[in-house]
C-alpha cells in the first residue's frame, strides 16, 4: 500500500538532545513536508521540500534541521536550539502542483522530560 | 497577512443532523480550498476540494461551499453519526504562490448518540 511512514510514534527527550524524526513515502510525490501541531492550533510549517537535495523553510523553522537525500526520506531533526520541542509532529508528502492534496503520516508525539 | 478562521468551540449535534462548519479568510483569495478530517492523535486525511469557480462539491454525505464574495467556505455533513466525530481542517493554498496548504485551528464536531 501506498503511504507515509513516521517513527518513532512517541519519543521522549532529555533537555538539550538532538532527536530526529524519520518520514518515508512511496507515493512518489515530489514534496514533502513538516508540520508542528500544538493543542488548540492548527498545523504550522516547519521546513518543505519540493526537489531532493533542496528544502525550504516554513514558518517555524528555527531549531529545526532537514535533509532530502532522497525523493523517499525527509526527516527532521530537533535541535537542543528549539525552545519548547514537546509537540505532535506530522509529516506529509504532496505533488506540488494543480491542488496539491497532501497525505499524511501518523504523526510522531515528542516529550521532552 | 492572510488569516485563516474556523469556529474554536466544539459543535456539538445530535446523529442524523446536519453538522455545518464555517471557514472564514481574510486578505487574500485562494484558488480553491481543501478540507481534511483529523482523529485524535493521528495525520490528517484529506476529504474535498473545491475550486474558485465551484460553488459546491458534494461527496456521499459531505458538501462544501465557496464562496468567493464572503470570503467562506461552509462543510456539511448531513445525517451526522457518531464516527463523524473529529476535527475538521481547512485548508486554502498558501498565498505567496506556492501549491502548500496553510490551515486553520480546525472545529472539534462531537455526533451525539
Known amino acids: 500500500d501506498g503511504g507515509i511512514t513516521q517513527s518513532p510514534k512517541y519519543l521522549f527527550r532529555k533537555e538539550g538532545q538532538n532527536v530526529t524524526l524519520s518520514c518515508e513515502q512511496n507515493?512518489?510525490?515530489?514534496?514533502m513536508y513538516w508540520y508542528r501541531q500544538d493543542p488548540g492550533q492548527g498545523l504550522r510549517l516547519i521546513y518543505y521540500?519540493?526537489?531532493?537535495?533542496?528544502?525550504q523553510k516554513g514558518d517555524i523553522a528555527e531549531g529545526y534541521s532537514v535533509s532530502r537525500e532522497k525523493k523517499e526520506s525527509f526527516p527532521l531533526t530537533v535541535t537542543s536550539a528549539q525552545k519548547n520541542p514537546t509537540a505532535f509532529y506530522l509529516c506529509?508528502?504532496?505533488?506540488?502542483?494543480?491542488?496539491?492534496?497532501?497525505?499524511f503520516g501518523a504523526g510522531s508525539r515528542l516529550t521532552v522530560l | 497577512s492572510q488569516k485563516i478562521e474556523q469556529n474554536s468551540e466544539a459543535l456539538n449535534i445530535q446523529e442524523g443532523k446536519t453538522a455545518t462548519l464555517t471557514c472564514n479568510y481574510t486578505?487574500?483569495?485562494?484558488?480553491?480550498l481543501q478540507w481534511y478530517r483529523q482523529d485524535p492523535g493521528r495525520g490528517p486525511v484529506f476529504l474535498l476540494l473545491?475550486?474558485?469557480?465551484?460553488k459546491e462539491k458534494r461527496k456521499e454525505r459531505l458538501k462544501v461551499t465557496f464562496d468567493t464574495t464572503l470570503k467562506q467556505s461552509l462543510f456539511h455533513i448531513t445525517a451526522s453519526q457518531p464516527a463523524d466525530s473529529a476535527t475538521y481542517l481547512c485548508?486554502?493554498?498558501?498565498?505567496?504562490?506556492?501549491?502548500?496548504?496553510?490551515f486553520g485551528r480546525g472545529t472539534s464536531l462531537i455526533v451525539h448518540p
Open positions: 485548508a486554502p493554498p498558501n498565498p505567496g504562490g506556492s501549491y502548500i496548504p496553510t
Open positions: 521540500s519540493q526537489i531532493v537535495n533542496d528544502f
Open positions: 506529509a508528502s504532496g505533488t506540488d502542483s494543480g491542488a496539491n492534496v497532501l497525505t
Open positions: 507515493l512518489n510525490h515530489d514534496a
Open positions: 473545491i475550486r474558485e469557480n465551484e
Open positions: 486578505n487574500y483569495s485562494p484558488a480553491y
